[in-house]
Nanobody, 122 residues
Framework: QLQLVESGGGMVQAGGSLRLSCAAS????????MGWFRQAPGKEREFVGV????????YYEDSVKGRFIISRDNAKNRVYLQMNNLKPEDTAVYYC???????????????WGQGTQVTVSS
């Protein structure tokens, strides 16, 4: 069992930056693929990016490539989402997720956090 808690959300102006953190409690965090998702008002939850258990591979949704960076610290049981050059369309509730697979996490993660709100003003 893995429990995930996000933090670091808030309000920022367009062009600004935020760093989200996801703290995991439970066993074997370092064996899980970790991902970030977001859900804007009136829209379905969408994939943002993923990082492999080792941190050696990351993949991003096209609209955030070059602006968002996912990293992890397995010693601290944490995964991070550094968001730069934020745009109003990045406004959403951001969720971290965990799964055993690099592909399956995109559709059916095993675990979800409760989400943190990010609001980008123009």
């Amino acid at each position: 069992q893995l429990q995930l808690v996000e933090s670091g959300g808030g309000m920022v102006q367009a062009g600004g930056s935020l760093r989200l953190s996801c703290a995991a409690s439970g066993r074997a965090f370092s064996s899980y693929t970790m991902g970030w998702f977001r859900q804007a008002p009136g829209k379905e939850r969408e994939f943002v990016g993923v990082i492999a258990w080792s941190g050696g591979a990351t993949y991003y949704e096209d609209s955030v490539k070059g602006r968002f960076i996912i990293s992890r610290d397995n010693a601290k049981n944490r995964v991070y989402l550094q968001m730069n050059n934020l745009k109003p369309e990045d406004t959403a509730v951001y969720y971290c997720a965990a799964d055993s697979g690099l592909v399956s996490i995109r559709t059916t993660p095993d675990y979800w956090g409760q989400g943190t709100q990010v609001t980008v003003s123009s």
